[in-house]
């Protein structure tokens, strides 16, 4: 499967943004969708994950509370909402899906996305 990352941009402090990750195909079921951010001269994190074909969803400590993780069966499309942005939150959004391990913040997931930059000002 393909995925096209989109939505990033620049944006005040306490400012939204709401990314997008369009799928090529519809993801199986059984496939975890996450989104990873890896800042300047920082390693690749994990931030959300949704499994495509149940209601769970897992967060970052730093992003509980302010970004939402969702999904639209109809556009094979998941979406990360980002609220209350701070300087912090600067850096290249990576979606990514099928996560080959049990834990979906680890980076094992067998496709990814090209990165969208997401830039903060204060």
């Known amino acids: 499967v393909q995925l096209q990352a989109s939505g990033g941009g620049l944006v005040q402090a306490g400012g939204s943004l709401r990314l997008s990750c369009a799928a090529s195909?519809?993801?199986?079921?059984?496939?975890?969708m996450a989104w990873f951010r890896q800042a300047p001269g920082k390693e690749r994190e994990f931030v959300a994950a949704?499994?495509?074909?149940?209601?769970?969803?897992y967060y970052a400590d730093a992003v509980k509370g302010r970004f939402t993780i969702n999904r639209d069966y109809g556009k094979n499309t998941v979406y990360l909402q980002m609220n209350s942005l701070k300087p912090e939150d600067t850096a290249v959004y990576y979606c990514?899906?099928?996560?080959?391990?049990?834990?979906?913040?680890?980076?094992?997931?067998?496709?990814w996305g090209q990165g969208t930059l997401v830039t903060v000002s204060s």
């Open positions: 195909r519809r993801p199986l079921r059984s496939y975890t």
């Open positions: 949704i499994r495509w074909g149940g209601d769970n969803t």
């Open positions: 990514a899906a099928q996560s080959l391990s049990s834990n979906p913040t680890r980076h094992d997931y067998g496709y």
